[in-house]
Nanobody, 121 residues
Framework: QVQLVESGGGLVHPGGSLRLSCAAS????????MAWYRQLAGDERDFVER????????????NYVDSVKGRFTISIDKARNTASLQMNNLKPEDSDVYYC??????????WGQGTLVTVSS
């Protein structure tokens, strides 16, 4: 079993920055990957409807959705099984609940509880 705990959400003005963190614990074995997805607050649809934001493998390969390229940076601390998402130049349209995802060596996927990001003046 794997548990994911996100932190770092909050309220920020447009143009501001936030750093999200996701701490993973449990039976995690390489190769694994971690990712961030987002979903509109209050959207009760299934997790498969969440929008992809960024992804990183435990070997450090990354990819991003086009709308965040150049503004967001995903990183991983393998020693702590922690993924972070540095978000700069935030825009109102970035306001969402951000969910951490981990795909383990056996392709099982796990989700965190979500952290709310609000970008507003």
């Amino acid at each position: 079993q794997v548990q994911l705990v996100e932190s770092g959400g909050g309220l920020v003005h447009p143009g501001g920055s936030l750093r999200l963190s996701c701490a993973a614990s449990g039976s995690i074995f390489s190769p694994y990957a971690m990712a961030w997805y987002r979903q509109l607050a209050g959207d009760e649809r299934d997790f498969v409807e969440r929008d992809f934001v960024a992804h990183i493998t435990d070997s450090g390969d990354t990819n991003y959705v086009d709308s965040v390229k150049g503004r967001f940076t995903i990183s991983i601390d393998k020693a702590r099984n922690t993924a972070s998402l540095q978000m700069n130049n935030l825009k109102p349209e970035d306001s969402d609940v951000y969910y951490c995802n981990l795909q383990n060596h056996d392709d099982k996927a796990y989700w965190g509880q979500g952290t709310l990001v609000t970008v507003s003046s």
